[in-house]
């Protein structure tokens, strides 16, 4: 929605208010732009400074034909402003504040107006300064800043996008969340840290040594200490109006420095070196969460910042390339090393969103992680009974290979535990993994068909299980096999068909027997991980849109560096020979347990075939790189007993069977797979056009691939997830010859 008020009243000219005003002026706001605020002075400034209109002091004589009214006094001073709202306004205004705690509002608006009144929509913008008054005003202050609404269900949605629009106008991305989940929010996130720096200020300025510890202070203590020069009238009232907020979070965190306290007095270097660890990623990790979307946990995003790629038809494949390490066995790599006695060394972690997800939810539970520095990481592992509860949920990102595996993992902790993702994932199935585990006594709550959040209770009791998968799923046996370690007696898996199996290497790589014959693995409970060294080869399923970028190229040869070749991964190298791939495996060895090669792919004519139905599940995820490969082949390829596609993080067939189709590739739907006729020209093999991954970081990457014997430009909407299984991917194509920009909206 356009911003289209014709005239906005702004009362309280401070910084927040001032800098609203300038924000509005320099988008070109058309409307009269008025100001109140009770010192005449900064009226005065404002006009001069060219960033409101008119103001005055009195309140009553601005109101006739306002708008919108935007809030911008004090906490403590907003019901005395809501009354004389209350008097002499008409209603007809949507109103607005920017209240750092948002509870006091309410119920001071429920006080004046014996309810909040439907026009009114309580907001929060995150940005500031220590600056006070309308001089510090600046324009740019709220740009790619969040700004929290929290208006409840009764708030008239027309007001909602209005208010949505003035601060999107201002540069601000836009978030709704509930008021007393915004208090409990802030309290930690900003207020804490506020009553902290003026805290730490005031016990140092009344020292004797005030004077040398401030000559001499560092970078850290200034940086820390900023905050503590801002308006100290504000920050009075915003304790005071969100007392019980901030008194929660600092018991928590007064809590949190008696433990370091006591590690430092014990010498305790590791219980100092989880709690630093921890927080330094948590503040690395965290602070890539927030530049990538907003709000990821528990809000609901109104705006959202999406990725585009803009491919350019042709280009090469060509030189030596390594991809990111697998992202399987870097999930696995902590999980075990976390539950391990001892010290785990990893080499080519993923450094993955995903990845990192995981490895933050075991420093959340406890576990003291060193990196990933360059892809190594050091895990101190606690033991099979030494994580500990979490302060709130487990976010996992945009894997649903985290959260099948976690859920087998923690339905034998003690604790209770929430495991909740990304848009995405809250879409998938995990009824796949919760109804098995319940058989075996766990308590498990799911979501509204099954789906994300789950919430795993603790403390259950847990008996291995015979398990017929109805389904070929990795994930599911792997969950059961972790959750087979907590219980008794013995735990079986049968697959209908065969699956990856890096659980049961890696499981008997750290010292517990796995079982198998046929299609069956087991083990027992009560078992024991020892810690060793991990080296993660580079990720097969991202090196398919390598293969298949050199398969389908006239005059490719590309080399591609340690890849782990699992015969339960190959899926994708025995369906591209039995196309004509020119495909040669070189250097093969093992690395802990995985065997691994390098892989040299020259261009080669390919023609259709009828895929193996015994190879889909071998090739479960790198099936939107193989429909790039059969639109360049001679003749049809047929994909059956593939509805495993339908419920990834899109539904796989008809993304990309609606993409083929955009590119002119002839293709036909079927439930359980997809018919592909493919073209065999020199030249372009279809046209370009506009494709929309639907958030899908395999379909994105496959239409991107796909730019190579495109005719025209391929413009790949909602990419914006490839970066959690593979970060650095538009630089490495453009590396082998393609021509790849990304962008952002």
Known sequence: MPLRESRILIVGLGLIGGSLAAALKQYGFPGEILACDRDSCEIERGISMGIIDQGDTDLEALLPGCTMIVLAVPVMAMEAVLER?????????????????????????????????????????????????????????????????????????????????????????????????????????????HLLAFSLVDTLARGDERLEIFRYAAGGFRDFTRIAGSDPVMWRDIF????????????????????????????????????????????????????????????????????????????????????????????????????????????????????LATLQAFREMGVAIEGPHQGRVTIHGVGMHGLKAPAGAIYVGNSGTAMRLFAGLLAGQAFDTELTGDASLTKRPMDRVADPLRQMGA?????????????????????????????????????????????????????????RDHTERMLNGFGYPVQRDGDTCWLRGGGRLTAGPIDVPSDISSAAFFLVAAVITPGADLTLEHVGVNPTRIGVINILQAMGADLALLNPHEVGGEPVADIRVRYAPLKGIDIPVDQVPLAIDEFPALFIAAANAEGTTRLRGAEELRVKESDRIKAMADGLSVLGVENRVHDDGIDIIGCTNQGPAYGGGHVDSLGDHRIAMAFTIAGLRAADEILIDDCTNVATSFPGFVELVNRIGMQVTEEAS
């Not at 208010?163 to 540069?171: D, E, I, P, S």
């Not at 005071?240 to 018991?251: H, K, Q």
């Not at 789950?454 to 070929?472: E, H, K, N, V």
């Not at 059961?480 to 898996?493: F, I, P």
């Open 85 to 193: 709202l209350a008097r002499a306004g008409d209603g007809k205004a949507v109103i607005t504040d920017v209240g750092s705690t948002k509870k006091a509002i309410r119920d001071a608006a429920e006080r004046t107006f014996g309810g909040l009144p439907t026009r009114f929509v309580p907001g929060h913008p995150i940005a500031g300064s220590e600056k006070t008054g309308v001089t510090a005003a600046d324009a740019g202050l709220f740009r790619h800043h969040k700004v929290i609404l929290t208006p409840d269900d009764a708030t008239e949605a027309e007001a909602i996008g209005r208010v949505q629009a003035l601060w999107t106008c201002c540069g601000a991305e836009v978030v709704a969340m509930g008021i007393d989940h915004h208090d409990e929010v802030l309290a930690r996130t900003s207020h804490l840290p």
């Open 240 to 355: 005071t109006a969100n007392r019980d907020a901030v008194l929660a979070a600092l018991d928590d965190f007064e809590e949190g420095l008696g433990r370091l306290r006591d590690a430092i007095a014990m010498g305790d270097g590791d219980a100092m070196l989880a709690t630093f660890d921890r927080a330094s990623h948590a503040r690395r990790y965290f602070d890539t969460l927030m530049k990538q979307t907003s709000y990821q946990v528990g809000y609901q995003t109104m705006e959202h910042k999406k990725r585009h790629y803009r491919v350019a038809p042709g280009g090469h494949a060509t030189g030596h390339i390594r991809v990111p390490g697998d992202k399987s066995v870097s999930h696995r790599s902590i999980m075990l090393g976390a539950l391990a006695e001892g010290v785990s060394e990893v080499t080519g972690f993923l450094e993955g969103e995903d990845s």
């Open 443 to 499: 308590v498990i709550e799911t979501a509204e068909g099954g789906r994300p959040p789950l919430t795993i209770r603790g403390g259950q009791s847990l008996q291995g299980i015979d398990y017929d998968m109805p389904m070929a799923s990795a994930q599911v046996k792997s969950c059961l096999l972790l959750a087979g370690m907590y219980a008794q007696g013995e735990t079986r898996v049968r697959e209908p068909a065969p699956t």
